[in-house]
């Protein structure tokens, strides 16, 4: 069950995108591909995230896209295809779980590259706008 805090924070990630710092093709690319290994391996996401660093389409276990994701390298803009009348619960559940694997791949990215550039890496995640209850 999700906190009315996450929920917002999930529609406002909906609704205006998710920013961020991808500033090179280079950095797009790793992005894109940790976005989509963990989409792929994350059993609780029933449908399949198809494209690449041009764009990206989540399609639903009929294979009908009902979302495309772009990213700009500084905003994640995530945009429905199809009428919420026509978008069923699962799908929701789905799309919700994809944008939380954003901000991983987000976080990972951005750990790999600490990483590289010998800053220092993060130990915890701390957010009041953030909550999940389980």
């Known amino acids: 069950m999700l906190e009315t805090e996450a929920k917002l924070f999930l529609i406002k990630a909906l609704i205006e995108g998710i920013p961020c710092k991808l500033e090179t093709i280079d950095a797009i690319t790793d992005f894109v591909d940790t ?3 963990l989409v792929e391996e994350n059993s609780r996401i ?10 990206m389409l989540l399609e639903n276990t009929s294979g009908i896209p009902f979302t495309s994701i772009i990213v700009t390298g500084k905003l994640i803009k995530f945009t429905m295809l199809i009428s919420e009348d026509d978008v069923d619960q699962h799908d929701i559940e789905c799309l919700s779980r994809v944008v939380i ?9 951005h750990q790999k590259n600490a990483l590289k550039t010998g800053d220092e890496k993060e130990e915890s995640f701390e957010s009041d706008d953030f909550g999940i209850i389980i």
């Open 35 to 37: 976005f989509k290994v």
């Open 46 to 55: 029933d449908a399949t995230l198809i494209g690449d660093i041009d764009g």
């Open 101 to 109: 694997s954003c901000f991983s791949a987000l976080i990972i990215e």
